[in-house]
């Protein structure tokens, strides 16, 4: 299955007194990793009028390395896994000068109805745009 690669400038507010990113704003690279691979592979404008999209349930976050101001830094995203309504991403944050692995993520998304608020099966035409 294809893998986004998403560009990400660390900026000086997403660091703490000691220098590192701070471990909420490392979420917030990741989220935009599965923006960039919603929008880019299922042809899905993350805000829009769309009556069905991609609810979050869960994710896990593992933290390898620090993030500092001024790394060159990407988010790799792809899909491991499309269930009946789920589908579950794997990413993960790199230094892209070195190669060095700074943070793991798994989310699992759920295929939702939002006007009638809950879950769907994930459409099929998704599925053949990840496969």
Same mark, same amino acid.
């Given at each position: 299955? /294809?893998? %986004?690669?998403?560009?990400?400038?660390?900026? !000086?507010?997403? =660091?703490?007194?000691?220098?590192?990113?701070?471990? %909420? *704003?490392? #979420? +917030?690279? !990741?989220?935009?990793?599965?923006?960039?691979? $919603?929008?880019?592979?299922?042809?899905?404008?993350?805000?829009? +009028?769309?009556?069905?999209? &991609?609810? #979050?349930?869960? *994710? =896990?976050?593992?933290?390898? @390395?620090?993030?500092?101001?001024?790394? *060159?830094? @990407?988010?790799? =995203?792809?899909?491991?896994? %499309?269930?009946?309504?789920?589908?579950?991403?794997?990413?993960? $944050?790199?230094? =892209?000068?070195?190669? /060095? &692995?700074?943070? &793991?993520?798994?989310?699992?998304?759920? @295929?939702?109805? !939002?006007?009638?608020?809950?879950? %769907?099966?994930?459409?099929? /035409?998704?599925?053949?745009?990840?496969?």
């Amino acid at each position: 299955m /294809e893998e %986004i690669v998403t560009p990400v400038q660390v900026r !000086f507010s997403d =660091t703490d007194m000691y220098g590192h990113v701070n471990n %909420i *704003n490392i #979420q +917030s690279y !990741f989220d935009m990793g599965k923006c960039d691979y $919603i929008t880019e592979v299922f042809g899905i404008p993350m805000i829009s +009028s769309l009556k069905t999209g &991609l609810i #979050q349930k869960c *994710n =896990t976050n593992t933290f390898e @390395a620090q993030i500092r101001f001024g790394e *060159n830094i @990407a988010v790799y =995203t792809g899909v491991d896994k %499309i269930g009946n309504k789920s589908i579950t991403f794997s990413q993960k $944050i790199v230094n =892209t000068d070195t190669g /060095e &692995l700074k943070s &793991l993520s798994t989310a699992v998304l759920i @295929a939702y109805d !939002f006007k009638l608020q809950q879950s %769907i099966d994930v459409p099929e /035409e998704w599925r053949k745009k990840m496969e």
